[in-house]
Nanobody, 124 residues
Framework: QVQLVESGGGLVQAGDSLRLSCAAS????????MGWFRQAPGKEREFVAA????????YYADSVKGRFAISRDNAKNTVYLQMNSLKPDDTAVYYC?????????????????WGQGTQVTVSS
């Protein structure tokens, strides 16, 4: 089982940028698609972004398309989420996950390993 640890969250103002990192240990993530999800208070966890094994294909929620970018460095066993032009609606706990099952990358049950999350708060 791979362990995932997110970092890089914080309190920023609308329009600012943040870069989240997800460091994996215990197992290489080079053979797994990776995703970012988020959960705001009182809301269900929602898909944010995902990246295929070789980084060739990426997927984004409509709400973040054009503002967020997911990337991976398999040599460092790390996945990143660059978040630009942040909005107050982006406020949430952001989770990194490793895909284990053969469902679509945007579907949370596809993922078998999850990090503990990192808080992102965007003030207006």
């Amino acid at each position: 089982q791979v362990q995932l640890v997110e970092s890089g969250g914080g309190l920023v103002q609308a329009g600012d940028s943040l870069r989240l990192s997800c460091a994996a240990s215990g197992r290489t993530i080079s053979s797994a698609a990776m995703g970012w999800f988020r959960q705001a208070p009182g809301k269900e966890r929602e898909f944010v972004a995902a990246i295929e094994v070789n980084g060739g294909s990426t997927y984004y929620a409509d709400s973040v398309k054009g503002r967020f970018a997911i990337s991976r460095d398999n040599a460092k066993n790390t996945v990143y989420l660059q978040m630009n032009s942040l909005k107050p609606d982006d406020t949430a706990v952001y989770y990194c996950a490793a895909k284990h099952y053969g469902l679509h990358v945007t579907y949370a049950p596809s993922y078998g390993s999850w990090g503990q999350g990192t808080q992102v708060t965007v003030s207006s």
